[in-house]
C-alpha cells in the first residue's frame, strides 16, 4: 500500500494561494498518496484544481448529523458534495477548543462514513499522560470509543505535545505506540484492523521525514506546519519508502 501523506492546513490559507499549491503537486511523483485539508471555504476551488490529479483533497471537521440547525457546522454529506474525499476527526486542537469527546468523535465517523467519506481519525497522548506512563492506555482507550463498530479509514497517531512544537517522539516510541495502536485495531477490527493505515503526526519535516516514515507500522504521516510550503510537503512525500 502507498504511503499517504495528508497536509492538515488548519486555519491557514488563502484563495490566492490554491492555484500555485496545486500546480506544485499535481506535477509530483506520484509514489505516495497525498491528501490536501484545507479549510472549508478553500475546498471547492481545491477539489476543481486538483481534479484528475490523484491528489485527493479532505476536510478538517464534519458535524454528526447529515443536516438540521446547527450553526457554524458543516454536514459529511456537503463535504462530500463538494469534492471532498477524506476527513480529519477527532484531532487534538478539536478536542482541546471545542470539548470533542470520543463520543462525540464516534458520531463524526459514523456522519463520515455514511456519507462516503474516509474518516482520518486522530489519537493521542498529552505529555504529561506520557510522563505519568499512560501514553499507550489514553490512546488505546480513544481507539475504542472514538471508532464505531463500522470503521473504516485511517487513523493517525499524533502526541498532542509533539504538534507545532519541533519536538518528536523517539524512534523507539513511535515503534511502540505504532504496535499498540495495530494489535488494539486488530483486536477491535478483526477483518480490516490489520491493514488500517496508521499515520504519524507531530511536528514531521522534511529532515526527520524519512527515520519517521522507515519505521514500522507507519503508514504514513498527517503533517501540519510544514504542509503549508508546498516545497516541504512534497519533501516529506519524496523520503516515504516506495512501496
Ligand atoms: C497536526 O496538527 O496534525 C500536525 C501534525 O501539526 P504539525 O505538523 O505542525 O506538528
Redesign the pocket.
Known sequence: MKQVIAG?W?MNGAPDGVAGYATALRGAAAHTLLIVCPPFPLLPAFAAALAGSGVAVGAQDCHASAAGAHTGDVSAVLLKQIGALYV?LG???RRADHGESNAVVNGKVRAALAAGLVPIV?VGETEQQRDAGEAEDVVRTQLTHSLPAEFTGLV?Y?PVW????GRTPSEADVTAMHAAIRAALVAQFPATGATTPILY????KPGNAAALLGLPEVGGA??????LNAADFLAIAANAPSV
Open positions: 492538515n488548519k480529519i484531532h487534538s486542537e486522530c493517525a499524533e509533539a504538534i507545532g512544537t503526526g507531530g511536528s514531521v498527517l503533517v501540519g506546519g510544514a504542509s
